[in-house]
């Protein structure tokens, strides 16, 4: 008895069936090579976007003496990555013409930043120039003056103290912060003066001579006293 050959033989010169090719899956790091690739690219273009933007900052062009005044032949601009941590304490180029004409409170080298803490908002209503005195606290009266109050300024010169000026009027004095005697001991004094005075006043912070007497209610010092050593 014959037996039919079984349908799961192949026939012969029949062609060979082509296996069905799967596709690889993505193993997982693979996926993570991909993602540091990404995050490394957006990261690289942050820093090369932070790195371009810069902010115009104002630049003494010449060295500034205290009390004289800040104008914009005096200073130039410079460009300061944006990201500056000191960016705040600046005097930036958009805020250059608020500030122009005002006071000077501590010398400031060419080239050197002008920061705004340096500077002081002139307010005489006298008429007269505004100056102003950077002078140790403990050498003005303790930090006690106030905006109104009148001062004579001494100055040594050989050992020989002389009034330097006399019955000044204080324009404004910066804030006493709390804290030890360190960081406390010097701040500044904005008086009205005659250009006279301020040149005398100039010569007395050059030597670094300089004590404020409040004077507020005082008698009035005779001119042969006080026209100094």
Known sequence: MSVAPSTKLREAGSPKRARRRTGRR???THI???VVVILAFVLNLLVLQDRSATTLV???DRPLAAGSTLDADAVRLVPVDSSFEGMTGLVTADQLASFNGWVVERSIAEG???DVSALVEPGSASGLRSMSLPVLIEHA???SLAS???VDVISVEDGVAG???VDLEVIEVSEVA???IGSISSFHVVVAVTPEQALRLAEALDADSLEMVRSTGAAEIQEEVASGP
């Open 178 to 180: 709390s804290g030890s």
């Open 58 to 60: 104002v630049v003494a």
């Open 112 to 114: 050197a930043l002008i």
């Open 148 to 150: 109104g109050d009148r």
């Open 141 to 143: 009266a303790g930090g």
């Open 163 to 165: 009034f330097v000026a």
């Open 26 to 28: 993505l193993s997982a």
């Open 32 to 34: 993570l090579i991909a």
